[in-house]
């Protein structure tokens, strides 16, 4: 079946750090692949996707890259800020069904 | 982007009873919606599937006389945990999509269900 591994956490970093969370993945077929964001106390919004090999998905400036030789997704930004500070998934979705699979989630602090 | 609302936040209820939680979209029809049930430091565990006017299908290992699942209509579901224990405290999460126009999925802010 389908799975998500993602870094454990938590994660702390300095305000203007570079950020990477590391997401590889199983799956049957050509997957799309999400990063989704949570916020203290609300729900998970997206973030950013890909769907096929080599696309990059980028928003607010955080980046991931389908790599699809490495079966990876990994999430990138340049300099975090403060704002960032919150718990990221990485997921993928396979065929029509809509079916979300996710990884643990990481824990991403940023201190000013 | 589109607002699905989850109520209650956080419920509170003894051993045996049951408890309701509503999932609505606010702002579009909500053709297909899922159930997350998510364990601390652990990821989102799919529960059921759920499109409008048609049974729930429920993951492996999901008791579906337990957790039973209603979608009478395009924006409302509900999970209703029946003779609830201990074991069930959990955060339940559900998302909403509409299948007609491909959209993503946008999920409710979760209910934080603790069984005393």
């Known amino acids: 079946g389908n799975s998500v591994t993602q870094m454990e956490g938590p994660v702390t970093l300095s305000e203007e750090a570079f950020l990477t969370i590391n997401c590889t993945y199983t799956?049957?077929?050509?997957?799309?692949l999400f990063w989704y964001v949570q916020y203290p106390g609300e729900g998970l919004q997206l973030l950013l996707k890909?769907?096929?090999?080599?696309d990059k998905g980028s928003n607010k400036g955080f980046e991931a890259t389908y790599r699809k030789e490495t079966t990876s997704f990994h999430l990138e930004k340049g300099s975090v800020q403060v704002s960032d500070s919150a718990v990221y998934f990485c997921a993928l979705s396979g065929g029509s069904n809509y079916k979300l699979t996710f990884g643990k989630g990481t824990l991403l602090t940023v201190n000013p | 982007g589109a607002v699905v609302s989850q109520h209650p936040s956080w419920v509170i209820c003894k051993s045996g009873t049951s408890v309701k939680i509503e999932c609505r979209s606010l702002?579009?029809?909500?053709?297909?919606m899922f159930w997350y049930r998510q364990f601390p430091k652990q990821s989102l565990m799919l529960m059921a599937t759920s499109n409008e006017g048609s049974k729930a299908t429920y993951e492996q290992g999901v008791e579906k006389d337990k957790f039973l699942i209603n979608h009478a209509s395009l924006t409302l579901s509900t999970l209703t945990v029946t003779s609830a224990h201990p074991e069930d405290s959990s955060f339940y999460i559900c998302?909403?999509?509409?299948?007609?126009?491909?959209?993503?999925?946008?999920f409710g802010q979760g209910t934080r269900l603790t069984v005393v």
């Open positions: 998302s909403a999509i509409d299948r007609a126009k491909g959209t993503e999925a946008f």
């Open positions: 799956a049957t077929g050509y997957p799309s």
């Open positions: 890909a769907t096929k090999a080599d």
């Open positions: 702002d579009f029809q909500a053709t297909t």
